[in-house]
């Protein structure tokens, strides 16, 4: 009899979500030992092999899928006027308040306006102080001497290396508008408030994609992104019903924007920013012609050599943050019926040999069904038995897959408790190599979602799994 599911537990919690991120070594609270920094978290062997797919997905959806478009490391730290040039020094800040009795402090535009009006603690009742502004980048000094003329930024966005080095890519690169660039880069932020886990840090990753077009096309190009940007988290096998659009209003719109608007999950704590698509008009490339004195304007050879500012869409997405989505969105709680197995075979729906959970009778799985492409391990080999030569086997068939997946190796338990602690991990498939095995060469290949099992020879299993991942559909 094979396993199955009939019932769900229903969805995320951040606390179940925060418990499973540190207990299998996605994220850990930086600096834990010393109490912990906050705003700051550290990425485990599952984290950071996550982080690192979701960015080559990322990248390879935004580059190698687009001729139009190519990359950019640019430097952390900037030339200060480029601050200046891009208002975030005198524009990046958030209102701040704080209570005089309790010391907590929080962001005036956050709190309710009749505790504001009437300068009360929404928490213990206190007074709070006047509102003032809170400049949201974090500073620090270059050179020997600590002095006004040495101070520089920890940048708070990637987006401005981007603008300083379209003219040099454009005669590097022989690049024709329209054409984009793209970076995935880390970002500072001093925030007021960090909160919901690795949802709003103080030291993060963004991917960004800055597209260049003529003015007057820009309306057209920014609803092709918004278009664009919407069937990549088709592509990840997101749950499309935990995303809106949310159009910034007058009140939300950035000084630079002619017009954005946000993609926004269904995070646990609630609808959130998730990316954002913006149309920042010339405003950025205007900025920097006047700050730094050079001529930024794009030279239209093909059309009698046109002048003119282009204007910008920009795409921009926290990576820590989808990463964050990913486990809400991927998270499962599911109740399995399966039949008690003390260790041999049992047979499933086409006659085919499958291992049992070797759990209960019925029991609940936790899982994260994320799409294979992002998967921290895309398959694990597990030896039925560690004696009789099983072992040896199944690291050789690790050792033949290792250069074309992420593999992992499990011998330690029950093969039930083995499958679960792969369902916990994300890991959407699971070799199994049992006695059948030395005899046919046949392993048995597991389905992380549906826990299907099916026999398949072992030469085969690359082959298959480049099939399995390629036509893969989430179940759920």
């Known amino acids: 009899m094979s396993d199955h599911i009939t019932e769900y537990q229903g969805s995320a919690t951040m606390d179940k979500i925060t418990s499973l991120a540190k207990r299998r070594g996605f994220v850990f609270q930086s600096s834990e030992i010393y109490g912990g920094q906050n705003g700051a ?87 709070l102080t006047d509102t003032r502004k809170f400049n949201l980048m974090f500073k620090t000094h270059i050179g020997a001497v600590e002095d006004e003329a040495g101070i520089i930024y920890l940048r708070p966005e990637t987006a401005q290396g981007i603008y300083v080095n379209y003219k040099n890519i454009i005669q590097s690169n022989r690049m024709k508008i329209p054409f984009g660039i793209a970076q995935i880069g880390k970002a500072f932020r001093n925030e007021i408030v960090t909160k919901n886990f690795i949802f709003r840090t103080c030291e993060f990753e963004q991917m960004e994609m800055q597209f260049f077009v003529k003015p007057g096309t820009d309306v057209e190009w920014f609803n092709e992104w918004k278009k664009r940007r919407w069937a990549y988290y088709e592509k990840l096998g997101v749950r499309m019903d935990s995303l809106r659009w949310h159009q910034h209003g007058p009140d939300e719109l950035a000084h630079y924007a002619k017009d954005a608007y946000d993609i926004e999950y269904l995070f646990p704590m609630g609808w959130k920013e998730l990316e954002g698509v913006h ?182 299993l690359a082959a298959r799994l480049y099939q399995e991942i390629k036509a893969y559909k989430r179940i759920k």
């Not at 074309?404 to 338990?413: E, I, L, S």
């Not at 792969?422 to 199994?432: I, K, L, W, Y």
Request: proline share 4%.
């Open 41 to 127: 978290w550290d990425y485990g062997p599952l984290g950071v092999e996550l982080k690192n797919r979701i960015a080559r997905n990322w990248w390879k959806e935004m580059t190698q899928l687009h001729d139009d478009i190519v990359g950019l490391d640019a430097a952390i730290l900037m030339h200060p006027r480029t601050w200046e040039a891009s208002g975030h020094v005198e524009n990046f800040t958030d209102p701040l308040v704080d209570c005089r009795k309790c010391k907590t402090r929080f962001r005036a535009d956050q709190i309710p306006p009749e505790n504001l009006a009437a300068k009360k603690c929404p928490d213990c009742g206190g007074d």
């Open 279 to 460: 149309n920042r008009s010339n405003y950025d490339l205007t900025r920097h012609t006047q700050y730094s004195g050079k001529d930024l304007q794009y030279i239209d050879q093909e059309n009698n050599n046109e002048r003119y500012i282009p204007f910008i869409i920009e795409t921009s997405a926290g990576l820590t943050r989808t990463l964050l989505m990913l486990l809400c969105d991927a998270y499962d709680e599911e109740k399995v019926i399966s039949e008690k197995n003390s260790g041999g075979a049992e047979g499933n729906t086409g006659g085919e040999t499958s291992h049992g959970t070797g759990g209960s009778a019925d029991d609940w799985r936790t899982v994260l069904h994320f799409h294979p492409a992002v998967a921290p391990v895309t398959v694990a080999v597990l030896p039925l038995m560690k004696k009789d030569g099983l072992a040896e086997l199944a690291q050789d068939i690790r050792s033949g897959l290792k250069e074309d997946f992420a593999t992992d190796y499990d011998q330690a338990g029950a093969i039930g408790r083995r499958y679960r602690r792969q369902d916990e991990a994300g890991t959407p498939f699971c070799v199994t190599v049992d006695y059948e095995s030395k005899e046919n060469g046949t392993v048995t290949l597991r389905f992380r979602d549906s826990m299907e099992q099916i026999r398949v020879h072992k030469d085969e």
